[in-house]
């Protein structure tokens, strides 16, 4: 079987999180990500066919808008914990923060540590002038996420998962005073 082609994806870290390429033995907690009800805000749950079209988006994001998706690793251990995301699909009305994490991974800062570098990397790398986080209205884990990181709600609105909120990031000068 050919092996999988270098990746011209940036490798980023911040405290205790590498931002990497995904490897396909991320697939692994991702398919379980997609198969646990928390998925429901991500675009699951789903089976393993749909869970791997998905994790297989993240790459040819990266390959179409020139920036996209990075898997979470901990430093201190090595394992995959998750992702943080320069995400702007198609019908997406601007460029957004993302961030998912894996069963177990929660309650311990990985997505605001990631999202933030995720959001440091949009401005300084990438040329972003501003970013939204879109969050379901029934995700308060994610919407304490978005405020932690000075995130502010902006509107509510209706999109392929539901209802809503989208938060508007700090620029580039205020994240780094903050």
């Known amino acids: 079987m050919p092996s999988p082609t270098r990746s011209p994806i940036p490798t980023l870290e ?3 999180l590498i931002l990497r390429p995904f490897r396909q033995s991320d697939f692994e907690p991702m398919a379980a990500f997609f198969a646990d009800p928390v ?7 789903c089976g393993r066919e749909d869970a791997w079209r998905k994790f297989a988006v993240y790459s040819g994001h990266w390959l179409l808008r020139g920036y996209g998706p990075w898997a979470l690793e901990d ?3 090595g394992t995959y914990v998750g992702l943080s995301s ?3 699909p198609e019908g997406w009305a601007e460029p957004e923060i993302t961030w998912a994490l894996v069963p177990g991974a929660h309650g311990q800062g990985y997505a605001t540590e990631g999202a933030r570098r995720a959001l440091r990397a949009a401005y300084e790398d990438f040329g972003w002038t501003t970013a939204v986080s879109v969050v379901s ?3 308060p884990a994610s919407q304490a996420v978005a405020r932690r990181m000075g995130a ?5 609105i209706t999109y392929r998962h539901g209802a809503a909120h989208v938060y508007r990031h700090l620029g580039l000068a205020a994240l ?3």
Not at 152 to 156: R, V
């Open 14 to 16: 911040s405290e205790r």
């Open 86 to 88: 320069l995400w702007y």
């Open 75 to 77: 430093k201190a251990s």
């Open 39 to 45: 998925s429901a805000y991500y675009g699951g749950p």
């Open 137 to 139: 209205v029934h995700n």
């Open 152 to 156: 502010t709600l902006e509107t509510e």
């Open 176 to 178: 780094r005073t903050g």
